[in-house]
T-cell receptor, first 108, second 116 residues
């Protein structure tokens, strides 16, 4: 069974802080890794993709990948109330598997 | 460019009823997908299609059927609705290039289905 595990949260951080979201996966053959953001009652939207070990930065978002540890994370710097959402980790090899998501609340 | 559209937005079915969830995309994507999302359970793949006339089962296909007669449309059919099919259903699409790279799905707004 290919699993993608995330802490369900909720994760609560104050405005301006760094939010750290974590994800582990079981399929060592996984090659592509994604973070989707899903606002309540809305559909998921892609915010980050990462394919190789290390860090990838895009604005306030940084994705980190460690294939040896089967671990991928998302850091959100200078968190804003508008970042409050559920963040889904997705891992892909022959098929894409989603984690259950971590609910993030950024408090003003 | 509407992206991926789904109808209806909400539906309540009685046990044993049938219905079709509609999905249309205008991005000329070859790959299309149906997911269901249960609370706290993440997205599960029901069926997918790599092009018109080609469909295949995903992780949770039981109780569902699909067809793909055109590039644009990918309807999902529930034949005998059961309470276990209460969920939010998302249709998604991706380009062949993105799909082969394991990549991005563009999601529709979802259909919230309740079976009583």
């Amino acid at each position: 069974q290919k699993e993608v595990e995330q802490n369900s949260g909720p994760l609560s951080v104050p405005e301006g802080a760094i939010a750290s979201l974590n994800c582990t996966y079981s399929d060592r053959g996984s090659q592509s890794f994604f973070w989707y953001r899903q606002y309540s009652g809305k559909s998921p939207e892609l915010i980050m993709s990462i394919y190789s070990n290390g860090d990838k930065e895009d604005g306030r978002f940084t994705a980190q990948l460690n294939k040896a540890s089967q671990y991928v994370s998302l850091l959100i710097r200078d968190s804003q109330p508008s970042d409050s959402a559920t963040y889904l980790c997705a891992v892909s090899f022959n098929d894409m598997r989603f984690g259950a998501g971590t609910r993030l609340t950024v408090k003003p | 460019n509407a992206g991926v559209t789904q109808t209806p937005k909400f539906r309540i079915l009685k046990i044993g009823q049938s219905m079709t969830l509609q999905c249309t995309q205008d991005m000329n994507h070859n790959y299309m997908y149906w997911y269901r999302q249960d609370p706290g359970m993440g997205l599960k793949l029901i069926y997918y299609s790599v092009g018109a006339g080609i469909t295949d089962k995903g992780e949770v296909p039981n109780g569902y059927n699909v067809s793909r007669s055109t590039t644009e449309d990918f309807p999902l059919r529930l034949e005998l609705a059961a309470p276990s099919q209460t969920s939010v259903y998302f249709c998604a699409s991706s380009s062949s290039r993105a799909a082969l790279a394991g990549g991005n799905r563009f999601f529709g707004p979802g259909t919230r289905l309740t079976v009583l």
